[in-house]
């Protein structure tokens, strides 16, 4: 099982910046689509609506919020009100409840998925588990705020930006109040802090370099590549394995929680399996992952990385705790799947070239590469292998996808 270095180089380097929903991003769909048929995988398209990034959306809200200070210097009650809603849609919005999140979805981008088949299915056409290894499409931006002296310290930047949100309102509350009239105005500090975000965050989508990706996620795609071939010419006893290619990862995760908002499977027999940023750094695994509110990982396949891991010392793999922006990992623990993240991280427990210029084809190592994708084979080979076989009646024929050319216009 060989990483094609082709792959890599013709994503990040032929078709360049894959921004969500835009037409080189379409181009690596059709891409996918085409390496996918070579190796004789059905593949469908799965359209979703995607936001150009995530970043307009909490320059809207944070401005909404910070604006209630200077109306409260002529009506404390009306500037509460204003940033009572606004901090009340930032909330919705990180519960995934898209309140405003699906006006700035103005663009079409779409999921590739195939599906290789077990070779053992039960009466229905049940697999006894289900595999879905993931890797986004799209790329990000580079901007001020992607600066390694920030991201070292995210969490905490983001705690404040929290902090802000709630103490805006709380404080023009109290200065509706008499004895508590004058406390309000240290809500200065919080909303000159917002709009410092606002500003790095505009800075980033106006200013900022579309990043070619090759580290992210060009390395991860063509892991998925590399591992649809092997599975491909050895089908697995028990275990089906769904490759999805993700549309709009680095715009909050969309073309992931599209997905899983279309699709329905059984927690207990679907594994999730996402490689992210493989191709630099040591490549480690997920034991839990999430900026703020931190979700752990499946027990079960950590377990299992451990054992292999352990048998591979050459690998210098280890268990690692994300807790940078979402991936799309996240969105599968969130709904209660089993899910870890396969991962490529420095010294400091973080990607290299992570949102930076310096993520171009040199920076990726092939081998490491190769890691990744051997982990995550041996992972789905171990689940195959600890699972009890459902009813053996017949072998199964490849599903009937439909496969087409048609990629959603802009």
Same mark, same amino acid.
């Given at each position: 099982?060989?990483?094609?270095?082709?792959?890599?180089?013709?994503?990040?380097?032929?078709?360049?910046?894959?921004?969500?929903?835009?037409?080189?991003? @379409?181009?690596?769909?059709?891409?996918?689509?085409?390496? /996918?048929?070579?190796?004789?995988?059905?593949?469908?398209?799965?359209?979703? @609506?995607? &936001? &150009?990034?995530?970043?307009?959306?909490?320059?809207? /809200?944070?401005?909404?919020?910070?604006?209630?200070?200077?109306?409260?210097?002529?009506?404390?009650?009306?500037?509460?009100?204003?940033? /009572?809603?606004?901090?009340?849609?930032?909330?919705?919005?990180?519960?995934?409840?898209?309140?405003?999140?699906?006006?700035?979805?103005?663009?079409?981008?779409?999921?590739?998925?195939?599906?290789?088949?077990?070779?053992?299915?039960?009466?229905?056409? #049940? &697999?006894? @588990?289900?595999?879905?290894?993931?890797?986004?499409?799209?790329?990000?931006?580079?901007?001020?705020?992607?600066?390694?002296?920030?991201?070292?310290?995210?969490?905490?930047?983001?705690?404040?930006?929290?902090?802000?949100?709630?103490?805006?309102?709380?404080?023009?509350?109290?200065?509706?109040?008499?004895?508590?009239?004058?406390?309000? #105005?240290?809500?200065?500090?919080?909303?000159?802090?917002?709009?410092?975000?606002?500003?790095? /965050?505009?800075?980033?989508?106006?200013?900022?370099?579309?990043?070619?990706?090759?580290?992210?996620?060009?390395?991860?795609?063509?892991?998925?590549?590399?591992?649809?071939?092997?599975?491909?010419?050895?089908?697995?006893?028990?275990?089906?394995?769904?490759?999805?290619?993700?549309?709009?990862?680095?715009?909050?995760?969309?073309?992931?929680?599209?997905?899983?908002?279309?699709?329905?499977?059984?927690?207990?027999?679907?594994?999730?399996?996402?490689?992210?940023?493989?191709?630099?750094?040591?490549?480690?695994? %997920?034991?839990?992952?999430?900026?703020?509110?931190?979700?752990?990982?499946?027990? #079960?396949?950590?377990?299992?990385?451990?054992?292999?891991?352990?048998?591979?010392?050459?690998?210098?793999?280890?268990?690692?705790?994300?807790?940078?922006?979402?991936?799309?990992?996240?969105?599968?623990?969130?709904?209660?799947?089993?899910?870890?993240?396969?991962?490529?991280?420095?010294?400091?427990?973080?990607?290299?070239?992570?949102?930076? %210029?310096?993520?171009?084809?040199?920076?990726?190592?092939?081998?490491?590469?190769?890691?990744?994708?051997?982990?995550?084979?041996?992972?789905?080979?171990?689940?195959?292998?600890?699972?009890? &076989? @459902?009813?053996?009646?017949?072998? %199964?024929?490849?599903?009937?996808?439909?496969?087409?050319?048609?990629?959603?216009?802009?």
């Amino acid at each position: 099982m060989a990483v094609n270095r082709a792959d890599i180089s013709a994503l990040a380097r032929d078709i360049g910046p894959r921004l969500p929903g835009t037409g080189k991003e @379409r181009r690596a769909v059709h891409y996918v689509m085409r390496r /996918l048929r070579e190796i004789g995988v059905p593949a469908a398209l799965l359209p979703v @609506r995607v &936001p &150009p990034s995530f970043a307009f959306m909490y320059v809207v /809200l944070f401005c909404w919020i910070a604006v209630g200070v200077p109306i409260g210097t002529v009506s404390p009650l009306i500037g509460f009100i204003i940033s /009572l809603l606004g901090a009340i849609v930032f909330g919705l919005e990180l519960l995934r409840v898209p309140v405003i999140s699906r006006l700035f979805a103005t663009r079409r981008g779409s999921n590739v998925l195939g599906i290789i088949p077990a070779r053992v299915n039960d009466e229905i056409g #049940q &697999p006894a @588990r289900r595999v879905i290894l993931t890797a986004h499409l799209d790329t990000a931006r580079s901007g001020l705020l992607w600066h390694t002296s920030l991201i070292k310290v995210l969490r905490s930047v983001v705690i404040t930006i929290v902090s802000c949100v709630i103490w805006i309102p709380i404080l023009l509350l109290a200065g509706n109040f008499g004895r508590f009239s004058s406390i309000w #105005q240290i809500a200065w500090l919080p909303m000159i802090i917002l709009l410092l975000v606002a500003i790095l /965050l505009t800075e980033a989508e106006l200013r900022g370099e579309a990043l070619i990706g090759a580290n992210d996620n060009a390395s991860g795609v063509a892991a998925l590549i590399a591992l649809a071939n092997t599975l491909k010419n050895g089908h697995l006893d028990n275990v089906e394995t769904w490759l999805l290619y993700t549309t709009g990862e680095e715009a909050g995760q969309v073309g992931m929680h599209g997905f899983l908002r279309d699709n329905s499977f059984l927690p207990e027999e679907t594994y999730f399996i996402n490689l992210d940023q493989v191709g630099a750094g040591t490549i480690h695994y %997920t034991q839990s992952e999430g900026l703020l509110r931190s979700r752990p990982s499946s027990d #079960q396949l950590l377990k299992y990385a451990g054992e292999i891991a352990s048998r591979h010392p050459e690998w210098g793999s280890e268990p690692a705790n994300y807790r940078l922006m979402p991936t799309d990992q996240y969105a599968a623990l969130i709904e209660g799947y089993e899910a870890i993240s396969i991962i490529g991280l420095d010294e400091n427990g973080l990607p290299p070239h992570w949102h930076q %210029t310096s993520d171009t084809l040199d920076a990726v190592d092939v081998n490491t590469v190769q890691i990744a994708t051997e982990l995550a084979y041996e992972l789905i080979r171990k689940i195959d292998a600890e699972v009890t &076989p @459902r009813r053996n009646l017949a072998d %199964t024929q490849d599903l009937p996808l439909p496969v087409t050319d048609d990629v959603p216009s802009s």
